[in-house]
């Protein structure tokens, strides 16, 4: 029953999916007129220049910005703290999962 089940799902939810596209053609409406003219008619009113930023070119020394492997180490345990977490998650979801497939499926046998 779980695979008749499931594969209804599927099924649903492949005719919504096919349902909501169309066969337009995305590339034949992106013309420079329609994308760049509404662009330009919201900056007419702007009338500031461009003004060069000095430090954003100023070379950063590698030293200043490297992790140490301390805190490279930690932070790779963290993750692998976090990972656990959601695999037990995700482990108790697939148990709930059972457990409601299964009553369903007892609620289908009761009924039949």
């Keep these: 029953m779980k695979k008749l089940t499931s594969a209804l799902l599927v099924t649903g939810a492949t005719l919504a999916l096919a349902a909501c596209g169309s066969a337009e053609d995305a590339s034949s ?9 509404p662009s330009d008619e919201a900056l007419e009113g702007v009338t ?51 457990a409601i497939g299964d009553a369903v499926d007892a609620a289908e046998d009761a009924i039949n």
């Design 29 to 37: 409406e992106a013309t420079a007129d329609t994308v760049e003219m």
């Design 48 to 98: 500031d220049e461009p003004v060069e930023d000095a430090e954003a070119m100023e070379e950063v020394d590698p030293a200043e910005t490297a992790v140490d492997e301390q805190t490279a180490t930690a932070a790779a345990d963290a993750a692998a703290d976090v990972a656990a977490q959601v695999e037990a998650v995700a482990a108790e979801a697939e148990g709930a999962a059972d």
